[in-house]
């Protein structure tokens, strides 16, 4: 009788974990591949029996929430994890957190403000003097329903938050990534991507980066989704040749977590859906699935939900508008940058 030892909790059974997970059906000689996870998967069986040792991986917003679950997940198979977050001292609170679930995790924390542009200057700085690969960047962190507010560069702050601040860390993160190929990028968005109807909302300025009087910070949220889905894509169109691919999830409906700390309605609102929604380990699992699944190796520019493939909306499919928001993206960003210098000197 065969005994099976799970190298992660330690746990043994007399029959293999494993082939509950069973996915090639071999047909006249075909080999079809079926959904292995759903809705209900979390991260733990998306990474059973699972090594990622020597794998290096950058989680943003890892101090809490679905970040931390998916930093948690990564780190405990045996992944080097960097939790990239505003507040050290919450990010340090995690750490000890994951410790406790293994000892001999390897995570630290850099700090990291998707609002302020120096703020990614100096985590990609830090980062690289580690001189370490760099094989899964997941772009976790967001905000939803803040009021409107400029950032130290005059940007929008939700704007800021969800789009341009990770736009801007994986552009100085993109020579370690290529280095480190085959790597991969995994951007967080939300089904709230459909939303905005028409292409026009990821073509204009104006739209994006709205003024105090036309600021409605759901439908600023639902915009920087969309953006979300469009960069992923145009990001896997410009680096998949060069092995580093990119996809978008969306983790689960409202899930709690800090997230809606920003609006007393929308937190009671997700109170009262908790016992409807994902746990934290599901609604990690989608990012952890996209970030390490071998039948994904090689394969991006694509959006998934519940661990699935599925359609995202018609303006997030369309290249034109993904390739318009990544010269606005990288337009603003050069024009902050400039005016920085500007008043340096």
Request: glycine share 4%; with cysteine; aromatic share 8%.
């Amino acid at each position: 009788q065969s005994i099976y030892i799970s190298h992660v909790n330690k746990r043994t059974t007399y029959t293999d974990p494993r082939l509950a997970f069973a996915v090639d059906v071999i047909e006249s000689r075909k080999v079809s591949v079926r959904q292995r996870f759903d809705a209900s998967s979390t991260t733990d069986q998306v990474l059973m029996g699972s090594d990622l040792t020597g794998k290096v991986a950058i989680v943003t917003g890892a101090n809490s929430g679905i970040g931390f679950e998916t930093a948690r997940a990564l780190a405990c198979h045996g992944a080097r994890v960097v939790l990239a977050c505003r507040d050290l001292e919450k990010a340090n609170n995690a750490i000890s957190d994951i410790k406790s679930s293994r000892d001999d995790v390897k995570v630290i924390a850099i700090q990291l403000d998707l609002c302020s542009l120096q703020s990614i200057q100096n985590f990609a700085d830090d980062f690289l003097k580690l001189k370490w690969p760099l094989h899964i960047l997941v772009l976790n962190a967001g905000v939803f329903m803040l009021p409107w507010q400029l950032t130290e560069d005059g940007i929008e702050r939700t704007f800021a938050a969800n789009h341009v601040g990770h736009f801007r860390l994986t552009q100085l993160l993109r020579d370690v990534l290529l280095r480190s190929a085959p790597a991969r990028v995994v951007v967080v968005s939300s089904e709230s991507h459909r939303f905005p109807s028409v292409v026009e909302e990821a073509m204009n300025l104006d739209k994006l980066s709205p003024s105090e009087n036309n600021f409605r910070g759901m439908a600023q949220y639902n915009r920087t989704k969309l953006c979300n889905v469009l960069f992923s894509n145009e990001l896997h169109r410009r680096m998949a040749g060069l092995g580093v691919t990119c996809n978008s999830l969306h983790p689960g409906n409202m899930v709690y977590t800090s997230i809606s700390d920003s609006s007393y309605l929308f937190k009671f609102f997700f109170f009262l859906a908790r016992p409807f929604t994902k746990s934290l380990k599901q609604a990690a699992a989608c990012s952890v699935f996209v970030a390490t699944a071998p039948e994904l190796e090689g394969i991006g520019g694509l959006y998934f939900n519940n661990c699935f493939r599925c359609e995202p909306s018609e303006p997030a499919s369309d290249p034109t508008a993904a390739t318009r928001l990544w010269t606005i993206t990288e337009d603003l960003i050069n024009d902050r940058l400039a005016k920085t210098e500007t008043n340096k000197s």
